[in-house]
Protein backbone atom coordinates (compact mmCIF):
# COMPACT_ATOMS: atom_id res chain seq x y z
CA UNK A 1 0.00 0.00 0.00
CA UNK A 2 1.48 3.02 -0.98
CA UNK A 3 2.49 5.78 1.69
CA UNK A 4 0.70 8.96 1.53
CA UNK A 5 2.19 12.10 0.09
CA UNK A 6 1.67 15.13 2.04
CA UNK A 7 4.13 18.03 0.03
CA UNK A 8 2.06 18.12 -2.97
CA UNK A 9 -0.55 19.56 -0.89
CA UNK A 10 1.60 21.71 2.12
CA UNK A 11 2.11 25.03 -0.02
CA UNK A 12 -1.72 25.22 0.10
CA UNK A 13 -2.55 25.61 3.73
CA UNK A 14 -4.59 28.83 4.88
CA UNK A 15 -5.11 28.52 8.62
CA UNK A 16 -3.74 27.85 11.98
CA UNK A 17 -6.05 24.59 12.99
CA UNK A 18 -5.55 23.56 9.21
CA UNK A 19 -1.41 23.21 9.26
CA UNK A 20 -1.56 22.13 13.22
CA UNK A 21 -3.98 19.18 11.80
CA UNK A 22 -1.85 18.94 8.89
CA UNK A 23 1.13 18.20 10.34
CA UNK A 24 0.12 16.30 13.45
CA UNK A 25 -0.73 14.09 10.40
CA UNK A 26 2.28 14.06 8.83
CA UNK A 27 4.40 14.04 11.64
CA UNK A 28 5.09 9.78 10.98
CA UNK A 29 6.36 10.43 7.77
CA UNK A 30 7.84 13.49 7.32
CA UNK A 31 11.66 12.37 7.87
CA UNK A 32 10.86 10.39 5.01
CA UNK A 33 9.64 12.41 2.60
CA UNK A 34 11.25 15.60 2.97
CA UNK A 35 14.45 14.17 4.20
CA UNK A 36 15.04 10.65 2.84
CA UNK A 37 13.31 11.14 -0.93
CA UNK A 38 13.34 15.07 -1.28
CA UNK A 39 16.53 15.91 0.10
CA UNK A 40 15.93 19.08 2.03
CA UNK A 41 18.93 21.00 1.59
CA UNK A 42 17.36 23.87 3.66
CA UNK A 43 19.03 22.43 7.38
CA UNK A 44 22.44 22.16 6.01
CA UNK A 45 22.68 25.35 4.27
CA UNK A 46 21.03 27.65 7.11
CA UNK A 47 23.38 25.89 9.70
CA UNK A 48 26.37 26.80 7.22
CA UNK A 49 25.26 30.46 7.03
CA UNK A 50 25.05 30.54 11.00
CA UNK A 51 28.51 29.52 11.07
CA UNK A 52 29.72 31.63 8.49
CA UNK A 53 28.38 34.35 10.05
CA UNK A 54 30.40 33.82 13.18
CA UNK A 55 28.04 32.61 15.74
CA UNK A 56 29.92 30.06 18.09
CA UNK A 57 29.19 26.77 18.95
CA UNK A 58 28.51 28.15 22.68
CA UNK A 59 26.06 30.56 21.71
CA UNK A 60 22.04 29.65 23.04
CA UNK A 61 19.97 29.57 19.67
CA UNK A 62 16.35 28.92 19.28
CA UNK A 63 15.41 26.96 16.57
CA UNK A 64 11.70 28.47 15.14
CA UNK A 65 9.26 25.96 14.10
CA UNK A 66 11.62 22.89 14.29
CA UNK A 67 9.48 20.62 13.51
CA UNK A 68 10.55 17.30 13.46
CA UNK A 69 14.21 18.19 14.23
CA UNK A 70 15.54 18.48 10.89
CA UNK A 71 17.26 21.43 11.83
CA UNK A 72 18.19 20.63 14.64
CA UNK A 73 20.46 17.81 14.17
CA UNK A 74 21.70 19.97 11.09
CA UNK A 75 23.19 22.64 14.01
CA UNK A 76 24.14 19.79 15.92
CA UNK A 77 26.25 18.57 13.43
CA UNK A 78 27.33 22.21 12.94
CA UNK A 79 29.21 22.17 16.65
CA UNK A 80 26.00 24.06 18.65
CA UNK A 81 25.31 22.22 21.50
CA UNK A 82 23.10 24.99 22.80
CA UNK A 83 19.61 24.65 21.12
CA UNK A 84 16.26 25.30 22.00
CA UNK A 85 13.21 24.21 19.76
CA UNK A 86 9.90 25.48 19.42
CA UNK A 87 6.60 24.31 17.49
CA UNK A 88 2.99 24.14 16.74
CA UNK A 89 2.73 20.89 16.59
CA UNK A 90 2.99 18.35 19.50
CA UNK A 91 3.52 15.25 17.45
CA UNK A 92 6.48 16.76 15.66
CA UNK A 93 7.96 18.33 18.74
CA UNK A 94 8.03 14.39 19.92
CA UNK A 95 10.06 13.57 17.15
CA UNK A 96 12.46 16.55 17.78
CA UNK A 97 13.12 15.47 21.05
CA UNK A 98 13.60 11.94 20.38
CA UNK A 99 17.18 13.65 17.87
CA UNK A 100 19.02 14.54 21.26
CA UNK A 101 19.60 17.65 19.43
CA UNK A 102 17.51 20.05 22.12
CA UNK A 103 18.57 21.19 25.08
CA UNK A 104 14.46 22.23 25.58
CA UNK A 105 11.16 21.93 23.36
CA UNK A 106 8.25 23.78 23.85
CA UNK A 107 4.44 24.62 21.73
CA UNK A 108 4.65 28.14 20.42
CA UNK A 109 2.37 30.17 17.61
CA UNK A 110 4.98 32.37 16.39
CA UNK A 111 2.05 34.74 14.71
CA UNK A 112 1.24 35.23 18.38
CA UNK A 113 3.53 36.75 21.09
CA UNK A 114 6.45 34.25 22.23
CA UNK A 115 6.53 33.72 26.27
CA UNK A 116 10.25 34.34 26.05
CA UNK A 117 12.64 37.41 27.37
CA UNK A 118 13.94 40.18 24.56
CA UNK A 119 17.29 39.18 24.19
CA UNK A 120 17.54 35.94 25.88
CA UNK A 121 19.10 34.09 22.66
CA UNK A 122 22.39 34.89 20.79
CA UNK A 123 20.73 33.48 17.84
CA UNK A 124 17.73 32.10 16.00
CA UNK A 125 17.01 29.72 13.18
CA UNK A 126 13.50 29.54 11.01
CA UNK A 127 14.21 27.00 8.58
CA UNK A 128 11.39 26.52 6.24
CA UNK A 129 8.10 27.69 8.85
CA UNK A 130 7.79 30.99 6.83
CA UNK A 131 5.07 30.03 4.32
CA UNK A 132 1.51 29.56 3.58
CA UNK A 133 -0.61 29.25 6.56
CA UNK A 134 2.58 28.69 8.56
CA UNK A 135 4.41 32.17 10.01
CA UNK A 136 3.50 34.98 8.36
CA UNK A 137 6.64 37.56 7.36
CA UNK A 138 5.60 40.11 10.17
CA UNK A 139 6.66 37.67 12.50
CA UNK A 140 10.35 37.68 11.85
CA UNK A 141 10.17 40.89 14.47
CA UNK A 142 8.89 38.73 17.28
CA UNK A 143 11.76 36.15 16.15
CA UNK A 144 14.67 39.43 16.27
CA UNK A 145 12.86 40.73 19.67
CA UNK A 146 14.46 37.50 21.33
CA UNK A 147 17.73 37.86 19.83
CA UNK A 148 19.92 40.11 21.66
CA UNK A 149 21.67 43.54 19.82
CA UNK A 150 24.26 42.04 17.52
CA UNK A 151 23.17 38.47 17.45
CA UNK A 152 21.92 36.74 13.92
CA UNK A 153 18.47 35.28 12.54
CA UNK A 154 19.00 32.60 9.56
CA UNK A 155 16.00 32.49 7.57
CA UNK A 156 15.01 29.70 5.09
CA UNK A 157 12.20 29.40 2.48
CA UNK A 158 11.07 28.46 -0.55
CA UNK A 159 10.41 30.05 -3.71
CA UNK A 160 6.75 29.99 -3.50
CA UNK A 161 6.62 31.93 -0.47
CA UNK A 162 9.25 34.08 -1.42
CA UNK A 163 7.49 35.11 -4.97
CA UNK A 164 4.50 35.75 -2.74
CA UNK A 165 6.56 39.17 -1.99
CA UNK A 166 5.76 39.25 2.13
CA UNK A 167 9.06 38.62 3.10
CA UNK A 168 11.28 40.57 0.50
CA UNK A 169 8.80 43.70 1.99
CA UNK A 170 9.33 42.73 5.63
CA UNK A 171 13.04 42.45 5.09
CA UNK A 172 12.97 45.64 3.22
CA UNK A 173 10.82 47.69 6.11
CA UNK A 174 13.19 45.95 9.06
CA UNK A 175 16.04 47.55 7.64
CA UNK A 176 14.38 50.61 7.05
CA UNK A 177 13.55 50.67 10.52
CA UNK A 178 17.05 50.03 11.58
CA UNK A 179 15.84 46.65 13.35
CA UNK A 180 18.01 45.03 11.51
CA UNK A 181 20.46 44.44 8.62
CA UNK A 182 20.51 42.10 5.85
CA UNK A 183 23.88 40.63 6.00
CA UNK A 184 23.70 37.82 3.35
CA UNK A 185 21.41 36.19 1.37
CA UNK A 186 21.49 33.22 -1.42
CA UNK A 187 19.37 31.46 -3.66
CA UNK A 188 20.02 27.57 -3.95
CA UNK A 189 18.36 24.57 -3.50
CA UNK A 190 15.08 23.51 -0.80
CA UNK A 191 14.10 20.48 -1.97
CA UNK A 192 16.39 19.26 -4.95
CA UNK A 193 14.62 16.18 -5.99
CA UNK A 194 11.27 18.01 -5.76
CA UNK A 195 12.91 20.74 -8.40
CA UNK A 196 12.03 23.21 -5.38
CA UNK A 197 14.76 26.12 -4.63
CA UNK A 198 14.61 28.31 -2.20
CA UNK A 199 16.60 31.05 -0.26
CA UNK A 200 18.93 31.31 2.81
CA UNK A 201 18.77 34.73 4.53
CA UNK A 202 21.10 36.38 7.60
CA UNK A 203 19.80 39.05 9.48
CA UNK A 204 21.68 40.98 12.15
CA UNK A 205 19.97 42.84 14.81
CA UNK A 206 20.74 45.75 15.33
CA UNK A 207 23.25 47.17 18.35
CA UNK A 208 25.86 46.03 19.86
CA UNK A 209 26.27 42.60 21.87
Known amino acids: MATEKFLPTAYGLETK???????EAWAATYDTEIGDENRYAQPERCT???????VGPGVRILDVGCGSGLS???????????????????????LAGDTGAYGHLFEADLN???DIADGAYGAATAVGVFSFGHIRADALRE??????????????????FWDEGSMSAELDAVEADGAA??????????????GIEG???????TGAS
Open 48 to 54: HALVTSG
Open 17 to 23: AETLAYY
Open 181 to 194: TVAFREHGEHLPAA
Open 199 to 205: WVITLRK
Open 112 to 114: EDL
Open 72 to 94: GVALARGGYSSIDGCDLSPAMLA
Open 143 to 160: VLRVVRPGGIVVVGLNDH
